[in-house]
């Protein structure tokens, strides 16, 4: 797949005298951790920097259902999330920050869109198939349709540029797909949505079976307090050669060595890699640097969060906003969509 360019499927709208939409959503799974921050946030707040891109972030609430059914702590992430963003550097003036269920018009494109999905595409979807083994006790039909109310999300604003993961691209060919058949189907209307390039930091988790996630328990929070970060760093799994202090490692396999290749210098890196490969220090020693490290990369980040925590209200006044404006934005999607498959609702004015 490519990844952003001058594709014109991409920049229909470009011609039309309208910035390229960009396009990202998150679960409300848990708090944001330091692998959102370094492998999606930051980007995200560069790209909201441009004059020349227009950028949609929502939280995925609904799709958040498939497999958390505590309504209590979606009800505490949702706005947890927000200021997450708002903290990194998100200026909601330049974005829209909304949730999923605050916008039914996703919904009701969702179902248009179920019209054109293939019931056996999404039975072999790679997400389907892996949540259905690990939720073996609940494989609600929200799992199946997933990808077609991700494609709503994806459509809904018109996105041209999605900044995806590896594991998502199967997701994002879907709302491709799905924008290719409306388009054969009913004219030439949706954009074919681009995969952005990101940085590509992945940050592995901290119990060493593979990237940090929030519904996992291997994160390190952007809101940890120091000792709350070294109590989670100090028992991470490094690696398992080094049954004692006197035996020598490999950073390469070390979980703990690739967090430092994103938050350390390059003097910092050869000392580890010395010191590890030699014993010449124990893995106490190396997260010490890695801790303090982190600490000081997050410091500006948390003083901010502090900041708008405790502004009562606003992370739910900027949802409200956002949802205002992402509304009248895709409202105006679905209506087209509905008018071109002979659905128009005849609504009365409010």
Known sequence: MKTESTNPEASREVEAGKKPVVLSGIRATGRMHLGNYLGAMRDFVTLSE???RECFFFVADLHTLTTLPDADQIRRNVPEIVLSYLAAGIDPE?????????????SELFWLFSNLMPVGELLKSPSYKEKAQMHPDNINAGLLNYPVLMAADILGPRAHFVPVGEDQYTHLENARDIARRFNNRYGDFFPLPQPLQQSGIRVPGLDGTGKMGKSDGNTLDLVDTPDEMWKKLAPAVTDPARKTRKDPGNPDICNIYTIHTYVSTEEELNWVREGCTTAGIGCLDCKKTLHKNISDLLAEYQERHRDLS????????VLREGARRARKV?????????????????????
């Open 50 to 52: 441009r004059d020349d």
């Open 94 to 106: 330049r974005s829209t920050i909304y949730t999923q269920s605050s916008v039914p018009e996703t």
């Open 310 to 317: 405790a502004r009562k209200g606003y992370a739910e006044e």
């Open 330 to 350: 895709i409202g105006e999607t679905v209506r087209e969509a509905q008018d071109r498959m002979g659905v128009a609702a005849y609504r009365g004015s409010s």
